[in-house]
């Protein structure tokens, strides 16, 4: 069965700090992997794909296959990533998309 | 480029009613999921439509049911509801191409049972 693990489910940094958010997946198939991103009182958009490796607003993420980890780096938060953040994974679209519960990030000032 | 909208925003029903829910997809784009985010659960699959048919749907009962119209648009019909159906229900679209099945969400209808 599909899993995906959020551990955190709030997290608090500094502005200019670094940040990790951390994800955990479980598939025997080949995974897609997406990280969603969820703005106060906006709807959810995609933040990142892991198989178009871009960086979007200085967030990046690797598939890392070995520990079955996805996890959301960016290395200076800024305020206005403060928000939900969800981890998705997806297997062609059969069983639509897997969801963690999400990691509220909090960028203090 | 308009986003997946979603009618009504907010929806209040009694125990035993019908919800229908409606969900229009980006321009071009064939495939409609239904999601189902209640309080505590997180969001959860419900359904997906492509081209007019349901290809899968995840764990809930059969009371949950929708079809997608030529058009692509969907509805989604929750019968006999019950409390615990109150939650966020999302839909997204996607267009289904090789590469990959990236998903766009609308911003949601509220159902709320009482």
């Known amino acids: 069965a599909q899993r995906v693990t959020q551990p955190e489910k709030l997290l608090s940094v500094f502005k200019g700090a670094p940040v990790e958010l951390k994800c955990n997946y479980s598939y025997s198939g080949s995974p897609e992997l997406f990280w969603y991103v969820q703005y106060s009182r906006q709807r959810l958009q995609l933040l990142l794909r892991h198989i178009s490796r871009e960086s979007i607003k200085g967030f990046t993420a690797d598939l890392n296959k070995g520990e079955t980890s996805f996890h959301l780096k960016k290395p200076f938060a800024q305020e206005e990533d403060s928000a939900m953040y969800y981890c998705a994974l997806g297997g062609g679209g059969a069983d639509g998309l897997t969801f963690g519960k999400g990691t509220h990030l909090i960028i203090q000032p | 480029e308009a986003g997946v909208t979603q009618s009504p925003t907010h929806l209040i029903k009694t125990r035993g009613q019908q919800a229908t829910l409606r969900c229009s997809p980006i321009?071009?784009?064939?495939?409609v999921y239904w999601y189902q985010q209640a309080l505590g659960l997180g969001l959860q699959f419900l359904l997906w439509y492509d081209e007019g048919e349901e290809r899968n749907r995840g764990n809930f009962p059969p009371r949950f049911s929708g079809r997608q119209f030529p058009n692509y648009s969907s509805e989604l019909n929750v019968n006999a509801l019950e409390l615990e159906d109150s939650a966020l229900y999302l839909c997204a679209s996607s267009l289904r191409d090789y590469l990959t099945d990236t998903q766009y969400f609308g911003p949601g209808t509220r159902l709320t049972v009482l």
């Open positions: 321009s071009g784009h064939t495939s």
